[in-house]
């Protein structure tokens, strides 16, 4: 079946300008993360939710990032105010159910490069 | 808090030659989960295997097998008989029962050559 799909797979903003990337989840499943990969490290925790609510935000780094999944399905990370430190890969993951000891599935990642 | 640690950044190998990937992690739960993903240029991140805390039993999959080591705190991965196409970046990541949030290691990146 099919995976975890983000788009735009790249996307380049000018500082300041406020960007939108998007995550549609492997289908059925009830869970879904947010990851930020800097150049060269790990992926890092932004956000979980678990069907349309957002159960753990600690991770987002600042005020400017915000992050929704009205109906429970596709989510949506928002970026307000890009600055050149937010450039990076930002992966989503889904699981099956909402444990979370549950396997995280990646999406390929969009990649954002602010100048 | 949890943290692994992946020392080697950047491994080199010969095609066929085999190639261990060490993985350290800490924590003080007693209850978590530990696994490997794979990062090829495509960017994905692709799911290898998951490990609990309580099976220290060794796992073999093809060409892939890992040791799970709780007295050193080490979950190693080695890839037999390496191909062109295990060349990529490879992430060891922990996950605490009742937690959502994978803590990966910075990622060993493998080279084959042919």
């Known amino acids: 079946g099919a995976g975890v799909s983000q788009s735009p797979r790249y996307k380049v903003a000018k500082r300041g300008q406020d960007v939108a990337l998007r995550c549609d989840p492997i289908?059925?499943?009830?869970?879904l993360f947010w990851y930020q990969q800097a150049l060269g490290q790990g992926p890092e925790f932004l956000t979980y939710?678990?069907?349309?609510?957002?159960?753990?935000k600690s991770g987002l780094p600042s005020d400017r990032f915000f992050a929704e999944r009205p109906e429970g399905s596709v989510s949506t990370l928002k970026i307000q105010r890009t600055q050149q430190e937010d450039s990076a890969v930002y992966l989503c993951?889904?699981?099956?159910?909402?444990?979370?000891?549950?396997?995280?599935?990646f999406g390929p990642g969009t990649r954002l490069t602010v100048l | 808090a949890q943290k692994v640690t992946q020392a080697q950044t950047e491994i080199s190998v010969v095609e066929k030659e085999d190639v261990t990937l060490d993985c350290v992690y800490e924590?003080?739960?007693?209850?978590?989960?530990l696994f490997w993903y794979k990062q090829p240029p495509s960017g994905e991140l692709v799911f290898l295997i998951r490990?609990?805390?309580?099976?220290?039993q060794n796992e073999i999959s093809g060409r892939y097998s890992w040791n799970f080591q709780k007295s050193t705190s080490s979950f190693n991965f080695t890839i037999t008989a390496s191909q062109v196409v295990d060349s990529a970046v490879y992430f060891c990541?922990?996950?605490?029962?009742?937690?959502?949030?994978?803590?990966f290691g910075k990622g060993n990146q493998v080279v084959v050559i042919p």
């Open positions: 924590t003080r739960d007693t209850t978590y989960y």
């Open positions: 289908s059925g499943h009830v869970s």
């Open positions: 490990r609990n805390s309580f099976d220290e």
């Open positions: 993951a889904s699981s099956l159910v909402g444990v979370s000891t549950d396997t995280q599935y």
């Open positions: 990541a922990l996950i605490i029962y009742g937690n959502n949030r994978l803590a």
């Open positions: 939710f678990q069907n349309e609510a957002q159960l753990d």
